[in-house]
């Protein structure tokens, strides 16, 4: 793949056309926070179809499922493996993640977190009456989505660190401990929640368990936004549980190697998807720095012919090719059912995440005080490419798993 076809064209205008009628006109309120972007996000969906494709694929999926485990069928599972490898829609869902990227980078976490954590955890883990009840609202986004691990001493080191506790009584687990930077956490109706069984052990090595909660559970108090540099339009929270008490029907199956396996396969899809975001704020960056250096005249001539802005445009182009292929890569990468390794995909994420921030804070800079002040909207862009750089892994973690991949061969 060297470029988007025509479909894919036609899909991508059909996009920018909707963000510039609904989400720019809301931009202020969105980056400073006052306006929640979940009625934005469910009205992408409606107006794509977007709800009705996630409720058909989810009953079809489900019954295929179902007669699987009862023998009267074919099996599900590998038919909807197929079904993702296809990759048939693997355009539709990175162009509208660059188009949003382009304009309100937030949007896109909010949304990835609730859809690709939240309900790609209770699909890939729970049972079929556990995505009965908390999976179709997600995929629809009639309900929101968390997917808690970071603690306030375990960021890094998720599970090492963690320190929420599960302790069983009777036929329950009472949980207790806290979490911050939760994506959602504010607004979150269904939140996917990591802790560690109390079971004696050395918690170094108790079983990492997750639970399905509800907001409203006693117990359970999820906090205001917190104040940040960035992405203000995807509201981040804190969660303190003090002795909730939740059933075993809420306890998400731990599945091959446990719930820190199922945690690392989430980080894969994850990383490969801020390839994508970063590509959007690229391609926007350079396009309003193109434009600038273009109109802006100084000493008599525009800024475009000064050689160091020509460098800073050289430079995101180069950017710019190399983010592109890398998502390029991925969607061939996806069609013919292949999944990236934790090492590409987190080499992937390093690369694009700090070409974003790069690219951003240079249009800035191109843009002298104009690039400083909100109208602009390259200072936003910048403040929202840097938690790329934080999120789903810092970039030294990244590095580390990549190494840690290389020198193992
Ligand atoms: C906007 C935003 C949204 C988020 N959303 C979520 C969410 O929805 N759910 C969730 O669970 N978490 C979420 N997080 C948390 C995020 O995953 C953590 O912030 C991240 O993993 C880093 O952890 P930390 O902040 O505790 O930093 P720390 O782990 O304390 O790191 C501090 C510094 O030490 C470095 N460091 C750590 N270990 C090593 C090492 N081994 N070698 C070298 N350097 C190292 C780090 O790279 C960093 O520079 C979010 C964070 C942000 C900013």
């Not at 990835?112 to 954590?117: A, E, F, W």
């Not at 990591?194 to 990492?208: F, H």
């Not at 525009?302 to 592109?324: P, S, T």
Request: aromatic content about 6%; some cysteine; glycine content about 10%.
């Amino acid at each position: 793949m060297i470029e988007w076809s025509d479909e894919d064209l036609m899909i991508r205008d059909a996009v920018r056309d909707w963000i510039e009628a609904e989400v720019r006109p809301n931009l202020d309120a969105l980056d400073a926070g006052e306006m929640p972007p979940y009625d934005l996000i469910r009205g992408l969906y409606k107006t794509f179809g977007m709800d009705e494709m996630a409720r058909a694929s989810f009953h079809s999926r489900l019954k295929k499922e179902r007669a699987a485990a009862s023998g009267t069928g074919e099996d599900g599972a590998a038919e909807d493996g197929a079904a993702e490898a296809g990759g048939g829609n693997a355009s539709m869902t990175m162009l509208p993640v660059i188009e949003l990227c382009k304009v309100a980078p937030g949007l896109v976490s909010a949304m990835g977190v609730s859809l690709g954590l939240a309900a790609g955890t209770i699909m890939k883990r729970g049972t079929a009456e556990q995505k009965e009840r908390w999976g179709l609202d997600l995929l629809t986004m009639e309900k929101v989505g968390a997917w808690a691990i970071t603690e306030p001493d375990s960021g890094s080191d998720a599970f090492g660190g963690m320190q929420a506790t599960a302790r069983k009584v009777g036929d329950e687990y009472v949980i207790n401990g806290s979490k911050t930077f939760i994506t959602n956490g504010p607004y979150a109706d269904t939140i996917v929640f990591y802790c560690k069984l109390d079971d004696g052990r050395d918690p170094r090595d108790r079983e990492i368990l997750t639970f399905v909660l509800d907001r409203g559970m006693p117990g359970l108090d999820q906090s205001r936004p917190l104040r940040k540099m960035g992405l203000h339009s995807s509201p981040t929270g804190e969660l303190f549980l003090d002795d909730v008490r939740a059933g075993a029907d809420r306890l998400l199956a731990a599945g091959a190697g446990g719930g820190r396996e199922s945690a690392k396969q989430n980080f894969v899809t994850e990383r490969a998807g801020v390839a994508a975001m970063s590509l959007g704020v690229i391609e926007e960056c350079l396009k309003l720095s193109v434009e600038y250096a273009k109109s802006r005249e100084l000493w008599g001539q525009r800024i475009g012919d000064f050689q160091l802005i020509q460098l800073k445009l050289a430079k995101m182009e180069v950017a710019r090719l190399n983010v592109q292929n890398l998502v390029f890569r991925h969607v061939e990468m996806q069609k013919a059912g292949r999944t990236p390794t934790l090492a590409e995909a987190s080499a992937m994420k390093l690369y694009s995440a700090q070409a974003a921030s790069e690219v951003a804070m240079e249009a800035v800079q191109l843009f002298g005080g104009n690039g400083y002040m909100s109208e602009y909207r390259v200072e936003q862009l910048a403040r929202d490419a840097k938690s790329f750089q934080i999120y789903a892994g810092t970039d030294e973690i990244q590095v580390t798993h990549i190494a840690r991949d290389l020198l193992s061969r």
